[in-house]
Structures are given as structure tokens and as C-alpha cells.
């Protein structure tokens, strides 16, 4: 008997069918598929997105320009302090004294928000002859009304007035120093 069986388990094995090919299988069939339809969501996907990324970029160049405008305002009344056309009121006066306070926003140019975390500060030619002491003044004092302009807006956290934002100082079109990445309240002055 025990022969019978191992003729019949021998003889079943050789009746057995060869194994599909991978191809066949129901397993690849599905990876198939899925991989299918990943590709055909990515491609109908960014259409979708570019409207939208539109949209934010629309929105956040608007909420930029408010910005910029209340960074321009702070600055155009901190050169009317310097040059004592402003009183202390912020009012005009013909016979006003000027406040060396604010003698640094008379080496700004403009101070423009470009980014969340990021502006831009255009200075004077004469900037480039300043030592480094004084540069580094200018360029926070035109940080904090940057800060200034942002908290007015209320798009500013606290932690940003401690640390600053990323500020490129350019003269004349051309980059003359940044802030450190170790410290945005620091900064690096090209040669």
C-alpha cells in the first residue's frame, strides 16, 4: 500500500500543470494596474495645482504689497525725523531739528518684504564707503521696519521679531551683503 501511494504522489506530480508565467498572475495583473492609475492621477493632477499655486501667488504679491507700502510709509517718516521736516507728532514743520536717531534710514534706499522671511534693502552709493559698525546699524534698523510692517499686518510671530528675517542689502543693483544664516541679526559684508 505504502508503494501505491508513492506511485500515485510520483505519477501526480508528473500530471501536475506548468506554472504560469509571471504575466499571467492575478498579483501582477493588480501591481498593473495600481502603477496605472498613479500615473494617470499625476498627470491630470498638476493641471489642478498650477491654477492653484496661481492663485497664491496672486494673493500673497497683494498681501506683499501691503506690506510694502507700510514698510515705505515707516521709512519715508523716518527720513522726514532725520532731516527734521517731520516733528515729533510725525506732523510736517518748516523749522523741525533733525534726529540723529534716524540719520540711518538716509542711507536706505528702500526696504522691500519679497518673501515670508526674506527682504530686500536697496541702499545708497555712499553705503559702500561706511564701516562695517555702521552698516550693520543700517541694515537692522531697516530689518525692524520690515518688522514693523509685518506686525502691522499681523503676518508676524514672535519668534520672527527675536530672530529676524533674511535681509540682502544691495548698492547700486548689486548684492553687497546678506545676513548670516547662523543669525539673521548678523551680517556678512561683501568685498
Partial sequence: MDNQRIRSRSEMHRR???????????????????IGLFIV???????????????KTEQTTKNYSKIN?????????DKGF?????????????NGTPNNAFAWSNGVVKVKMV?????NVHVVTEFKDLPAANKNE????????????LAKHEKVKQ??????VYTIIFCD??????????NYKEFKWNK
Fill in 159 to 164: 519668534k520672527t521679531y527675536k530672530e529676524g
Fill in 173 to 182: 543693483g548689486e548684492n553687497v551683503g546678506h545676513s548670516k544664516m547662523s
Fill in 69 to 77: 507700502k507700510s514698510i515705505a510709509s515707516k521709512l519715508k517718516m
Fill in 115 to 119: 518673501d515670508k522671511d526674506r527682504i
Fill in 82 to 94: 532725520a532731516n527734521g521736516t517731520l516733528d515729533e507728532n510725525g506732523k510736517p514743520t518748516d
Fill in 138 to 149: 543700517v541694515a537692522l534698523k531697516a530689518q525692524n521696519i520690515a518688522l514693523i510692517g
Fill in 41 to 55: 492621477i499625476s498627470l491630470v493632477k498638476p493641471k489642478n495645482n498650477s491654477k492653484t499655486s496661481e492663485t
Fill in 16 to 34: 501536475r500543470k506548468p506554472p504560469k508565467p509571471f504575466y499571467k498572475r492575478i498579483w501582477f495583473i493588480i501591481l498593473i494596474v495600481i
